[in-house]
């Protein structure tokens, strides 16, 4: 519950100016502090896994960056808030009920994401936007919010219980089409990239689910080639101009 608290009140920061980071890193604190207490008595285990090494050394560079900063105001609030990713990363991997904990943390971030991509959706069909920029101040940053929750959805679709393949597959479906009402560049090749990378780390589980990697992939190309011939600006554009 503090960690979606702190999901929530994040996406109302809009600068570095803006104070409303201070509620969402307090909210992380806490939740850390409440984990961190109980697993202290069981013994607090660090897994030794690259994404927690490259996890820790993106936090170690931003870090060095404040000695040789020229905006140190601004520097101090970007590592106050990238600061988020390692307590979390940390906060989650490391709690007694880890499994548990990470569930439904995934399940509540997805579902506000769920929500807000509904909002861009209004927004490019229902009054006719050009770019969807939904609850945040511009497309760029929903585009990095919903691929927060896509691809950990699609990864649900591939190699999820069989349970889950549905929701999961409706829920790809609705982040992938908010994605291209965003017309963000970066955000779609973030996640062209993403999904390589989960595949080649999936790539045992999508050997085995072979027709719902097929699946997932035509659904992509499918609503790729519908916004290319019937929106406002062309998705072909992210690799011959800047949008």
């Known amino acids: 519950v503090l960690i979606a608290a702190a999901f ?16 969402a890193l307090l909210l992380l ?23 927690v090494w490259l996890t820790l050394a ?35 991997i490391c709690a007694p009920d880890r499994n548990i904990l990470i569930r439904n943390t995934a399940c509540a971030i997805i579902g506000v994401t769920c929500i807000a991509a ?9 009054i006719g936007m050009d770019r969807a920029s939904g609850i945040l101040p511009n497309p760029n940053n929903m585009a990095a ?17 069989v349970r889950t393949r ?18 963000s560049r970066g955000g779609m090749l973030c996640a062209f990239v993403g999904l390589i990378t989960m595949a080649i780390i999936l790539r045992h589980p999508v050997r085995r689910s072979w027709k719902q990697a097929g699946l997932l992939l035509a659904t ?3 609503i790729f080639i519908t916004f290319h011939r019937t929106c406002h600006w062309s998705p072909a554009q992210i690799f ?3 949008l």
Request: glycine fraction near 6%.
């Open 220 to 222: 992509a190309v499918g």
């Open 29 to 51: 604190l806490v939740a850390g502090l409440a984990v961190s207490f109980p697993a202290l008595r069981k013994g607090v285990i660090i897994p030794r896994h690259a994404c």
């Open 118 to 126: 509904l909002y861009n959706l209004w927004q490019f069909f229902g």
């Open 145 to 161: 919010l919903i691929n927060l929750s896509l691809l950990p959805a699609a990864a649900f679709w591939i190699a999820g219980p």
């Open 8 to 23: 929530i009140f994040s996406l109302f920061f809009h600068g570095a100016q803006d104070i409303t980071y201070a509620p």
């Open 58 to 92: 993106l936090w170690l560079y931003v870090s060095l960056n404040l000695i040789w900063t020229s905006v140190p105001f601004v520097s101090l609030v970007t590592w106050l808030n990238l600061s988020a990713l390692p307590l979390v990363l940390l906060l989650l």
């Open 240 to 242: 011959t101009s800047s």
């Open 166 to 183: 549905i929701p999961a597959a409706i829920v790809t479906i609705l982040l992938f089409t908010a994605l291209m009402t965003t017309g």
